[in-house]
Nanobody
Framework: QVHLVESGGGSVQSGGSLRLSCAAS????????AAWFRQGPGRVREVVAS????????IHADSVKGRFTISHDDAKDTVYLQMNSLKAEDTDIYYC?????????????????????WGQGTQVTVAS
């Protein structure tokens, strides 16, 4: 059975930084794909960033490009989301997702259906 567990969420002032971590049991991120999504009250869940660890490729949503960075630590087999220059509108629950990389990952990386496994989420609150 696969479990994804997010950590690192919390409260921070606008302009601050946080680093989210996603650890897995029963699954290895190595040579697979992972992503961070976020969802606020009354809003659709949206992708923040995704990574193909096998090919070392990353994609970031325009809204976070230049501020957030997704990465994978091979030794710890953990996926991270480094979030800098945080804004109040980044306040959301952040979810880790993962699964086998499809041949069309570079096209459908925004779609929730690309990822089979999901974590429970971690709250990020940015005070303005």
């Amino acid at each position: 059975q696969v479990h994804l567990v997010e950590s690192g969420g919390g409260s921070v002032q606008s302009g601050g930084s946080l680093r989210l971590s996603c650890a897995a049991s029963g699954f290895s991120f190595t040579t697979n794909c992972a992503a961070w999504f976020r969802q606020g009250p009354g809003r659709v869940r949206e992708v923040v960033a995704s990574i193909d660890t096998g090919r070392g490729l990353t994609i970031h949503a325009d809204s976070v490009k230049g501020r957030f960075t997704i990465s994978h630590d091979d030794a710890k087999d953990t996926v991270y989301l480094q979030m800098n220059s945080l804004k109040a509108e980044d306040t959301d629950i952040y979810y880790c997702a993962a699964g086998s990389c499809s041949a069309s990952w570079h096209v459908f990386w925004r779609d929730e259906d690309e990822y089979k496994y999901w974590g429970q989420g971690t709250q990020v609150t940015v005070a303005s």
